[in-house]
């Protein structure tokens, strides 16, 4: 499937970029994502942390495109928050392309930076392109075992190209461990094993209770999505947890996002600010790293053993 003379003719109708600003846009909503482009790998780190988790000096490093990373804020619609969410937000293409409205399906920029091998290795060995990529040490305060931190993906690959070698791809992992899987598996977040299928509704559809179509264009009969995003799909509020994690030990952590196949049409990963932080239900040391759906299993078992046990004793 060639993509080439679709983004010819999106570029015709004229996009604009803006680097290194802060661009404000208010939907039909009281939404008004922002967002601000940034390459400053501490102050990316720093927003992401929250309780009982430490960044290791010095440890931060970015790799990756000037527009391609960066801050959002105001945010009320992709965490359901009405609120507000503020986080950090990587890209395979421009910060800005993440903006609503969602006036297009093709929204897109090549922005010339490498691939990443570890995420290709997570999707078969395909060629990746255009890869943000933030990696940072953390250590966990005496009285933590377990880590979370929660994130929405979405794309400009839904739903045209859903089920095709256009399989957008990132990861949030834990030394070297890819924690952003579907809850209950092991299998990585993607275009092709979160979606409605392609036309939506139909062909081979992969894991829809994660998903949410926000397209406006043919693919879901011309309706507008709910979400102040440019992105046309996109996961639910999805948590990584993490355990077995013990104090005085360096943890690295990764955070990175790719094109698939070919260098247009952006992908995005938003992490809630703060959201790096103890897991709200710890878990007894030593436990395995767990992806969210086995995290919410374990809790589940253990407020089931609690309940038990305060039976008993009444």
Do not use: C
Request: hydrophobic share 40%; proline share 5%.
């Amino acid at each position: 499937m060639n993509k080439t003379k679709h983004q010819l003719g999106f570029f015709l109708r004229g996009m604009i970029l803006i680097s290194g600003t802060t661009l404000l846009v208010a939907g039909p909503s009281e939404a008004a994502l922002s967002v601000t482009a940034s390459t400053t790998a501490d102050d990316m780190a720093a927003a992401l942390l929250g309780p009982g988790v430490k960044l290791v000096a010095g440890s931060a490093t970015y790799t990756g495109a000037a527009d391609a990373s960066g801050f959002f804020t105001g945010d009320t619609t992709i965490f359901g928050n009405p609120s507000g969410v503020d986080g950090v937000l990587f890209t395979s293409g421009s910060v800005t392309n993440a903006l609503p409205p969602n006036n297009s399906t093709s929204a897109t920029l090549s922005n010339g930076a490498a691939g990443s091998a570890y995420l290709s290795s997570l999707i078969g060995g395909a060629q990746t392109f255009n890869a943000s990529t933030l990696s940072f040490k953390i250590t966990v305060d005496p009285d933590v075992s377990a880590v979370e931190w929660t994130y929405v993906f979405g794309s400009e690959e839904y739903n045209e190209y859903v089920n095709s070698s256009f399989n957008d791809v990132f990861a949030l992992s834990l030394d070297g461990t890819n924690l952003a899987l579907i809850p209950g598996t092991s299998t990585p977040v993607s275009i092709n094993n979160v979606n409605n299928g392609n036309p939506v509704g139909s062909g081979t559809i992969s894991n829809p209770a994660f998903y949410r179509n926000n397209s406006p264009g043919s693919n879901a009969g011309g309706v507008p999505g709910p979400y102040e995003t440019q992105y046309d799909g996109l996961t639910t509020v999805m948590k990584s947890v993490a355990t077995g994690l013990k104090p005085g030990v360096e943890y690295n952590l990764i955070f990175a996002v790719a094109d698939t196949s070919d260098t247009v049409l952006d992908s995005g990963v938003f992490l809630k600010g703060g959201s790096v932080k103890q897991a709200e239900e710890e878990a007894p040391a030593p436990l395995p790293l767990l992806g969210a759906g086995a995290a919410l299993a374990w809790s589940r078992r253990l407020r089931s053993r609690i309940s038990s046990k305060r039976f008993q004793m009444a």
